[in-house]
Structures are given as structure tokens and as C-alpha cells.
């Protein structure tokens, strides 16, 4: 915001380029730059931050429960949750989808084929060209996780290779999740962070999209899946 006399158009004080006020060239840059030299000059003298100390508890779940307390929670925020074994996975996953009444299926580049032997879907390939109006059509997603929280309910995806790319995981109206247990589920988020990679597009779902309007009506499907199923594979 300028505070020199009002006057007519022209460029402001820090437009000597004559680049709008706010541009990336213009007073907004400049303002910007002033301000972080002053921070800069301010702490340029000061002594190094203390190292952070980790001595407090960063879980309240033992081991054993884990994967039951996952599955409470998930269940909690409304995810439909399945329990079962490897041998069970690929017969399980097609009757999902047939029950879902799934035509198509958009499978992750790295999905292992094995997932979806069973399945009658047609198999629709995440391609970067894919536009958010085609995956809209598509009536399911299968993916894997990074890791699974149990204090929190929460699944996280990293977009690796059998995830795919956020998009796929947002835009589709139905996503079945497959956790393998107990080796992907943690107690807490502090024991999650150390497995994650912050510089990876990390996707952070407790249940199905959700949201409420200040009379607490709540919309399932705004920001994500109207269904979450949630398949614990535990051998």
C-alpha cells in the first residue's frame, strides 16, 4: 500500500521499472525484500537457536493394540474398514468393486498386478495427461499407503509408485486404501514423521471427504472420496 499523496495513474515509488504495484518486479517485490533485510540485520547477531529436546512420550498405544485401534478410529471417521490376509486380498478387492458396481478402476503405476487379478473393472492408467474432468468418471482408485496412524484414524499416501499421484487419490468418488499390518501402521504421528519424506507430496486422510457449514450439516465428497474402504492385510 502506497502512502504518497494520491495522484493519477502512473508508477508507484517502487515501480521505477514501471511494472504494476504488486507484481513480481514491482513495489510488492521491493516492500518484501526490505522487510526480510530487516529481519535479516535483526538476528544477524543473535546466538544459535537451542537443539530441541525429544525426552516426552510420543505414544499412548502399545504395540499389541495398534492395528485394532486403527481400525476403531477408521471406522470412527466413517471409512469402511476390511480385515484380511494376503492369500484373501485379490478375491476381496474384486468384490469390492463388484459390489461398488465399479466399471472402471484407476490403477497406480506401481499397483502390484496381483491386486487386481480377480477383478472384472477396466484398468484406467494414471497418466500425466489425464485431466481432472476424466478421472472424475472414473468410478474407483486402489492404492497403497506410505504408512497408517492408529491413535489418529489417519492413512498417509507419499505418491510412491504403488499411490500414484495425489490427484488420483482426490478426484475419484470411491478409493480403496490397502494398509499392510502390522509392518505400515504406527501408534502415533510422532513415530509416522521419521518415515515420511517431507519433500514428497505427502496426502494426510482420515475418512471420506467431509465437511460442515456453521449449522453443522455435514457433505461427504467437497475436497476428496465420498467412500473410503480401508483393507488391513494382516499376515
Same mark, same amino acid.
Given at each position: ?34 522487510? %526480510? ?23 499412548? =498405544? ?11 478410529? %477408521? ?28 466399471? =472402471? ?37 486402489? =492404492? ?58 505427502? =496426502? ?27 483393507? %488391513?492385510?494382516?499376515?
Amino acid at each position: 500500500m502506497s502512502t504518497s499523496p494520491a495522484a493519477g495513474p502512473g508508477p508507484g515509488p517502487d515501480s521505477a521499472s514501471g511494472a504494476a504495484p504488486g507484481s513480481a518486479s514491482g513495489s510488492g517485490s521491493g516492500s518484501r525484500e526490505r522487510i %526480510l533485510a530487516k529481519v535479516r540485520a535483526a538476528v544477524a547477531d543473535a546466538p544459535d537457536a537451542p537443539e530441541v529436546t525429544r525426552g516426552y512420550l510420543d505414544t499412548h =498405544t502399545p504395540d499389541a493394540g495398534m492395528v485394532d485401534l486403527l481400525a476403531e478410529n %477408521l471406522a470412527d471417521y466413517r471409512a469402511v474398514v476390511h480385515r484380511t490376509d494376503s492369500a484373501g486380498l485379490t478375491e476381496l478387492l474384486m468384490r469390492l468393486l463388484a459390489e461398488h458396481g465399479s466399471r =472402471t478402476v484407476l490403477v497406480p503405476p506401481g499397483l502390484p498386478p496381483s491386486w487386481l487379478a480377480a477383478a472384472d473393472p477396466t484398468r484406467i492408467h494414471d497418466r500425466e495427461a489425464s485431466t481432472a474432468a476424466e478421472l472424475d468418471e472414473v468410478d474407483s482408485v486402489v =492404492t497403497g499407503c506410505a504408512v497408517a496412524i492408529a491413535e489418529t484414524g489417519t492413512i498417509v499416501l507419499d505418491g510412491s509408485p504403488d499411490q500414484g499421484r495425489r490427484r488420483i487419490s482426490l478426484i475419484p468418488d470411491h478409493h480403496i486404501c490397502v494398509v499392510r499390518a502390522p509392518e505400515q501402521v504406527v501408534a502415533s504421528v510422532p513415530r509416522a514423521l521419521p518415515r515420511l519424506d517431507p519433500t514428497r507430496p505427502l =496426502t494426510w486422510i482420515s475418512g471420506p471427504s467431509a465437511t460442515s457449514d456453521i449449522e453443522l450439516d455435514r457433505v461427504e465428497g467437497v475436497h476428496g472420496p465420498r467412500t473410503l474402504e480401508v483393507v %488391513l492385510v494382516e499376515d
